[in-house]
């Protein structure tokens, strides 16, 4: 059904494919043999995308350890602060936090807060969408959306790139991804 709207995976399911990895360490990532790609060890900096990508509806499933710290960085620079340039969608272990704040799961982050925290347990696979629209950005987690944004609104996101690469971070805690599947707009 997907495929009929458009959507092509980004993922093959058993190969990193049309992936790189952004530092030293190649091993930092893999394809498991159960399908889905999980973070192994430090080093690698970040799983990135071959191709850069602007407007689009990006969807994909994460699960995450507890009090683990992840995230996914849209339109980002090959080089430089990709979560500062581009933009990360925070993915963190953090059921047990109270607050919303800039760093927790949903955030745009370290600068906008989710507006609800629909996260399944730690170890559970969440669904995520992703909808870049020139400046507008909606983030739906788990069919509850928590960010809904003009990145024109917002001084510290008004400049920042309209197109650049997909990057599964690596800072250094247990994080797997599946079904990963783009549909540019």
Same mark, same amino acid.
């Not at 370290?110 to 399944?120: F, G, H, K, S």
């Given at each position: 059904?997907?495929?009929?709207?458009?959507?092509?995976?980004?993922?093959?399911?058993?190969?990193?494919?049309?992936?790189?990895?952004?530092?030293?360490?190649?091993?930092? #990532?893999?394809?498991?043999?159960?399908?889905?790609?999980?973070?192994?060890?430090?080093?690698?900096?970040?799983?990135?995308?071959?191709?850069?990508?602007?407007?689009?509806? %990006?969807?994909?499933?994460?699960?995450?350890?507890?009090?683990?710290?992840?995230?996914?960085?849209?339109?980002?620079?090959?080089?430089?602060?990709?979560?500062?340039?581009? #933009?990360?969608?925070?993915?963190?272990?953090?059921?047990?936090?109270?607050?919303?704040?800039?760093? %927790?799961?949903?955030?745009?982050?370290?600068?906008?807060?989710?507006?609800?925290?629909?996260?399944?347990?730690?170890?559970?696979?969440?669904?995520?969408?992703?909808?870049?629209?020139?400046?507008?950005?909606?983030?739906?987690?788990?069919?509850?959306?928590?960010?809904?944004?003009?990145?024109?609104?917002?001084?510290?996101?008004?400049?920042?790139?309209?197109?650049?690469?997909? %990057?599964?971070?690596?800072?250094?805690?247990?994080?797997? #991804?599946?079904?990963?599947?783009?549909?540019?707009?």
């Amino acid at each position: 059904e997907e495929r009929a709207e458009g959507f092509v995976p980004l993922f093959d399911g058993k190969t990193l494919d049309g992936w790189w990895m952004k530092e030293d360490n190649k091993e930092a #990532f893999h394809a498991s043999e159960d399908g889905f790609i999980e973070w192994r060890a430090h080093g690698g900096g970040a799983l990135m995308t071959a191709k850069r990508y602007g407007n689009f509806i %990006c969807r994909m499933q994460y699960k995450i350890m507890p009090g683990g710290n992840s995230g996914v960085w849209f339109r980002a620079p090959r080089g430089a602060r990709q979560s500062k340039i581009g #933009f990360e969608v925070q993915m963190r272990g953090d059921n047990d936090f109270d607050e919303l704040d800039k760093g %927790c799961t949903g955030a745009i982050y370290d600068v906008i807060p989710p507006a609800a925290r629909p996260a399944r347990k730690e170890g559970l696979w969440n669904d995520i969408e992703v909808i870049c629209d020139g400046p507008n950005v909606k983030i739906t987690l788990n069919g509850t959306i928590v960010q809904d944004v003009s990145f024109d609104d917002t001084e510290e996101l008004k400049y920042r790139l309209r197109s650049g690469f997909i %990057c599964l971070t690596d800072h250094s805690d247990y994080t797997a #991804f599946r079904n990963i599947r783009i549909k540019e707009l």
